[in-house]
């Protein structure tokens, strides 16, 4: 009986220690972990509760739009929309928007004779992952207080698709 109870107790034991290895559910790895990180006039923002929404216009491409925020019921997030595959800087045509509560602010228009617009480096853009950098300005006016400025910077993403 003693030899029984020995050998029960070693195999729980055994199956208990190599069964399962723990699992690390708020790992940080970039590679495992979608983010939008990026500065709003000087305030660090992460938003790691990211949607990919995925469009087919006429012409057979794949529109991407990325809305990123804090969690799912968040007032605050930032937007972009992209086609799939491209890379680069200026010549790829990225939108970019940034909602918090009910005011938009968006890229266009002007602010002392230049553009008010976000500069971005797409450096991969595939199947399985969309990262790179932003920074630069976006815009809301109001009709009674006139033009409101935010400087975005410091912005990177890694989006695992």
Not at 29 to 54: A, L
Not at 109 to 124: A, C, P, T
Request: overall charge negative; charged content about 25%; some cysteine.
């Amino acid at each position: 009986m003693k030899q029984l109870f020995l050998l029960l107790s070693l195999s729980i034991l055994t199956l208990s220690i190599s069964s399962c290895s723990d699992d690390d559910s708020n790992s940080t790895d970039d590679n495992t972990t979608s983010f939008v990180k990026f500065k709003v006039d000087g305030v660090q923002k992460t938003f790691n509760h990211v949607i990919i929404n995925t469009g087919t216009p006429e012409d057979g491409t794949v529109l991407l739009t990325i809305i990123a925020s804090e969690s799912e019921n968040s007032e605050e997030s930032i937007s972009f929309e992209i086609y799939q595959g491209e890379t680069g800087g200026e010549e790829v045509d990225v939108k970019w928007l940034y909602e918090l509560g009910n005011k938009v602010y968006d890229e266009g228009g002007y602010n002392d004779e230049e553009l008010i617009q976000i500069d971005h480096i797409v450096q991969k853009n595939n199947i399985e992952k969309l990262s790179g950098t932003f920074s630069g300005e976006l815009s809301r006016y109001d009709i009674q207080q006139g033009l409101y400025l935010l400087e975005i910077t410091e912005g990177t993403f890694n989006i695992k698709r």
